[in-house]
């Protein structure tokens, strides 16, 4: 962009010329049949998300984000009364680290008061796997992706560009509508503009400020093809907004300063900007999931109201002219202004849209609510518009606003001064979190449980086994009395393939009354969480030296063999009931259900499961939440 300072600004007196864009200011206020998208936008009264859409595809069924879905929350119908164009981000906002989707271009249509409609991607609707109205996509070069919401700004289609759109055919993948259009982006510029506000309300006496903000994209794309030849990008296009006759600009508010200020005979003036706006270059959509690298301009100034009659005021609208031969190539929608002669009364403003993960807080702030006489203000939160204030009554205009479910709708702010009361809502998408396995493993512990019976005073020895090595021992004294009462315990042990056991029967060295004849059967019980106890049984004879030592290698094996206990840990962010399916790589898949009675909602899943024998085994557990969203793990299982 061509910088200037505010001292080399041209002012240009032209006699007889007609301001280019519309001076008439002053209509009824909105119309009480509907209202324009922008404003119902502007006013919170309207969220646009993109959607999943399940549908026949050919022969195929398929669920894909396809749909554009606008939710029109006013009393009224909202038209959509010129192309659209959404930018995901929006060049207002900051680039996201997180998720966007693919730029597209709203056709005219009316969205039912109270209602919504959901637009469809306008390939499918011509080849008709999908209904009207269609949305053209400007972003040939990233994904789309579900649930992400849209900041509408003031952009409209580029008037080269409508002719183009209102041509449709379909006649094959390279020779169609869509097709059309990202040819058309590879071989011009196109440059979109915006214009902020949308709509707000200003006081009837003079001296209101309303800050304007103008964004300027080219959004053709400069591609590699030798074919290609057309430059497409802009070199010292300008950028034009006209100030209606009696208001004025706010001195040193112009940013950055403007390459001339023209003035028009009927006393408005035109502030025009020269800037360079290169196309994006193709081989910078590496990676589809992320937004094209558009550049953007930036303009802004504060214009300062006259004294104004109630009612609506139409501010001109911003508009582009690359070859400066006086014809706008690109416009934004009008600025709208609702003059209101009650003093006193708050201007809630809610902020927004808003969007966010279910579980997490998202930030809800009303800064920009204001009081025409400067009175402090009270703000209080209803964070979905359901007559039920989760907030009280604060001097902050911000709230941490936490959805435990996926939402789709809109967030209410009230704000008050001593004697007057107003409220504004904004559109929130809230999409849903998969859930998540923590830890997924074999949770098997066990307690293995010594007893001798037959001829008293002969004792066992029982020594634990891991990869082959002792790692624990116990010993017990046949004593007089029940054998249960007197057995022995390892406490608790984890259950491992490789887990294996000795037990030694020395009758040399016990006491002098021990018989030399005993005869000492005893048993190995394997005490497990969840599963039925095993037990292993074995005869000692003081005379049958061959007796003397018992040998359990394979005890780990035989014991998994005969029931595992498996044990995840599962989250969900919000307040989604789970299902955990479990496939257990035999044949076998078993499934469970856990509701959800608190946000984040955490339960430690266990699983008991019989193998059919040694082998190898992989274990895969999924887990859906309500909502569709999924996780999956495994482990794998040596027997």
Same mark, same amino acid.
């Given at each position: ?10 002012v240009?007196?032209?006699?007889? $010329? ?11 206020e ?28 050919? =022969?195929d ?59 469809h991607?306008? =390939? ?41 759109? $209102?041509? *449709?055919?379909?006649?094959? @993948? ?16 196109a ?23 103008l964004?300027?994209?080219?959004? !053709? ?13 802009? &070199? ?17 508010? /112009? ?6 200020? #023209? ?11 020269l #800037? ?6 193709e ?15 930036t ?12 009612? +609506? ?5 911003? +508009? ?16 709208? /202004? ?33 009081d025409?006489?400067?009175?402090a ?24 606003? *936490? ?23 904004? $559109? ?20 293995? +449980? ?15 086994? $891991? ?69 292993? *049984? ?34 969900? @962010? ?24 608190t ?8 699983? !008991?499961?019989?193998?059919?024998g040694?082998?190898?085994?992989? #274990? ?9 969203? &999924? ?9």
């Amino acid at each position: 962009m061509k910088g200037s300072s505010a001292s080399h600004a041209m002012v240009v007196f032209v006699a007889g $010329a007609v301001a280019l864009g519309s001076l008439s200011l002053f209509h009824p206020e909105a119309d009480a049949e509907g209202m324009s998208l922008w404003e119902a936008y502007a006013r919170g009264l309207v969220s646009i998300t993109m959607a999943e859409e399940t549908y026949q595809r050919g =022969e195929d069924t398929v669920t894909l984000p396809v749909g554009i879905r606008v939710v029109n929350a006013a009393g009224v119908p909202v038209a959509v009364e010129e192309e659209a164009v959404l930018m995901s981000p929006h060049p207002s906002e900051p680039r996201p680290a997180g998720r966007t989707t693919q730029d597209g271009v709203l056709s005219v249509a009316s969205i039912p008061a109270g209602g919504s409609l959901t637009y469809h991607y306008g =390939e499918d609707v011509l080849r008709g796997f999908l209904a009207d109205p269609p949305w053209w996509c400007l972003e040939e070069f990233q994904f789309t992706t579900a649930d992400v919401a849209f900041r509408l700004g003031g952009e409209t289609l580029p008037s080269a560009l409508r002719p183009l759109l $209102a041509n *449709r055919h379909y006649e094959g @993948p390279e020779s169609n509508t869509q097709a059309d259009l990202w040819a058309y982006l590879r071989a011009h510029p196109a440059v979109v503009v915006g214009k902020d506000p949308l709509w707000r309300t200003v006081r009837t006496t003079a001296g209101d400020r309303v800050p304007v903000t103008l964004h300027a994209t080219n959004v !053709a794309v400069y591609t590699f093809d030798d074919a290609v030849t057309i430059d497409v990008n802009v &070199t010292q296009g300008a950028i034009e907004d006209t100030v209606p006759a009696g208001w004025a600009v706010e001195e040193g508010s /112009l940013s950055p300063a403007p390459d001339a200020i #023209v003035e028009l005979e009927d006393g408005s003036r035109t502030i025009r900007w020269l #800037v360079d706006l290169p196309a994006a270059l193709e081989s910078e959509a590496e990676n589809p999931m992320f937004p094209t690298e558009y550049e953007t301009v930036t303009l802004s100034y504060v214009l300062v109201t006259p004294g104004l009659d109630a009612g +609506r005021a139409e501010l001109p609208r911003a +508009r582009s002219d690359m070859d400066g031969d006086g014809t706008p190539d690109a416009e934004s929608r009008p600025a709208l /202004l609702d003059a209101d002669a009650a003093s006193g009364r708050p201007d809630a403003d809610a902020g927004g849209p808003y969007a966010g993960v279910e579980g997490e807080a998202i930030p809800l702030d009303a800064s920009a609510s204001r009081d025409p006489d400067g009175d402090a203000l009270e703000f209080r939160w209803d964070f979905e518009d359901d007559g039920t204030f989760e907030t009280g009554w604060s001097s902050s205009p911000q709230a941490q606003a *936490r959805y435990t479910d996926d939402f789709s709708g809109f967030a209410r702010v009230e704000a008050r001064d001593a004697t007057t009361t107003s409220t504004a809502v904004a $559109a929130v998408t809230v999409s849903n979190a998969p859930p998540e396995i923590h830890g997924l493993e074999i949770a098997s512990v066990a307690e293995l +449980r010594i007893a001798i019976a037959g001829e008293r005073w002969h004792d066992l020895t029982l020594t634990i086994l $891991a990869e082959g090595k002792a790692v624990g021992e116990t010993r017990i004294v046949r004593e007089p009395g029940s054998p249960r009462e007197q057995s022995a315990t390892t406490g608790p042990l984890e259950l491992r393939p490789d887990l294996g056991a000795i037990v030694e029967y020395t009758p040399g060295d016990d006491p002098a009354n021990g018989g030399s004849n005993g005869d000492n059967p005893a048993w190995l019980t394997v005490e497990r969480e969840g599963l039925e106890p095993m037990r292993f *049984r074995h005869n000692f004879n003081v005379r049958h030296e061959g007796t003397w030592r018992w040998e359990l290698r394979d005890l780990g094996v035989a014991v998994a063999s005969s029931g595992l206990l498996l044990r995840a840990g599962l989250r969900d @962010p919000g307040k989604d009931d789970l299902t955990a399916t479990w496939d257990f790589g035999d044949g076998t898949v078993e499934t469970q259900t856990f509701p959800a009675d608190t946000a984040p909602f955490e339960i430690d899943a266990r699983i !008991a499961h019989e193998f059919p024998g040694p082998g190898s085994y992989r #274990v895969q557990l999924v887990v859906r939440d309500d909502d569709g969203g &999924t996780a999956a793990a495994e482990i794998p299982i040596e027997l």
